[in-house]
């Protein structure tokens, strides 16, 4: 058996949140985790964290099976993590960032100004699980071309309207 990673789940005990990753290489080599979270590096100071090895494989393996953990959390609030592990989008708390390739920031709806970022297009969670997988790849598409970022800003504009 090839354990060159593992995944593994850091548990908040005092609040009942947790972090789930994957690291190629040992569970004593000092790794923590590679969260962009502010919010869990405060609760790494002040609370106490367990963790939990939940598979040991290659590294392929693992971030596999990482992403599948994290697409089953997609709408617990008490997941820390930001990522699908691959960075193809980004949660914060309500919100869902997809990235785009075209690194222009466009606003699907009015986003918290500590959210922004020049990289992805913004949805509310709910607006993100109703449009689904095509939807979603229309809007990226889009987002590419100066033609398409109008045809997207419109179907912004209806969708808050019609609050999608």
Known sequence: MNS??????LNNITNGRYYIGYHKGTESDGYICSSKNYEFWQDLQECIFTRDVLHYGTKDECKLHESVLLSECFLDSKCYNFSDGN???????????????SK???????IPIEYKTTEFIWYRKKTYIKLGYHGIKRDVKDAQSFIG????NTRQIIRKILCL
């Open 149 to 152: 970022r109008i045809k997207l």
């Open 104 to 110: 222009l920031l466009i606003e699907a709806e009015t």
């Open 87 to 101: 960075g193809g989008f980004l949660l914060r708390n309500t919100w869902v960032g997809v990235q785009v390739p």
């Open 4 to 9: 060159e990673a593992f995944v593994y789940r």
